[in-house]
């Protein structure tokens, strides 16, 4: 069991068996998503993110390498002396789109905003007004949070079972020690 333990102590976001915390392990880091909303909204420069962000150049400089390196972004100099590079979504990147509108029609709920958001999305072919939708591949109706579920397939419920008799473990021990006494 200790062998087993550490394993999964030594585990990070972007290793466990489970999409959404894979997700959360590359891009989770808030400065890696303002850095996406800039690039969605234009940004291609390391000073127009900076100019936007307010983010310590260190700081932006190591999203920057990080959304690199995992493959979001891709650098692509566009002046020799002195080197300059702009910044642009990768297709990996791009597929991020769905997540980002997500964070933003949350924030129009919950953002503090009385009756309007301060951004909206306008449908670039008709010119319309739109927003998040979820619908059924198979059926086209719209969906909601109670109308499916996450179907776990054998590696993430095997691991999430693993997780689970790792922390009965854990408690029982501590439930022990309490018992014994200092």
């Not at 068996?17 to 808030?30: E, F, L, Q, S, Y």
């Not at 979001?72 to 297709?91: E, M, N, V």
């Not at 029609?105 to 979820?134: E, I, N, V, Y």
């Not at 109308?147 to 022990?176: F, G, I, S, W, Y």
Request: hydrophobic share 35%.
């Amino acid at each position: 069991m200790r062998e087993e333990e550490d394993e999964l102590r030594a585990s990070h976001l972007s290793e466990l068996k489970c999409p959404i915390a894979r997700t959360v392990g590359a891009i989770g880091d808030p400065w890696a998503l303002m850095i996406l909303r800039e690039l969605y909204l234009g940004s291609r420069r390391f000073d127009q993110f900076q100019g936007q962000l307010r983010a310590p150049t260190a700081l932006l400089s190591a999203r920057l390498k990080e959304l690199e390196l995992i493959g979001i972004i891709k650098k692509q100099r566009y002046q020799a002396r002195p080197a300059r590079y702009d910044y642009r979504l990768t297709s990996k990147g791009i597929d991020l789109w769905p997540l980002m509108i997500a964070l933003k029609h949350w924030g129009d709920r919950w953002g503090g905003w009385a009756k309007t958001s301060p951004a909206a999305l306008r449908h670039k072919t008709c010119g319309s007004a739109t927003g998040l939708q979820f619908t059924c591949e198979c059926c086209g109706k719209p969906l909601t949070a109670f109308e499916v579920e996450l179907e776990q397939r054998p590696p993430m419920a095997n691991e999430r079972h693993n997780l689970d008799a790792l922390n009965k473990t854990r408690n029982q021990e501590k439930a022990r020690r309490r018992r014994q006494g200092p």
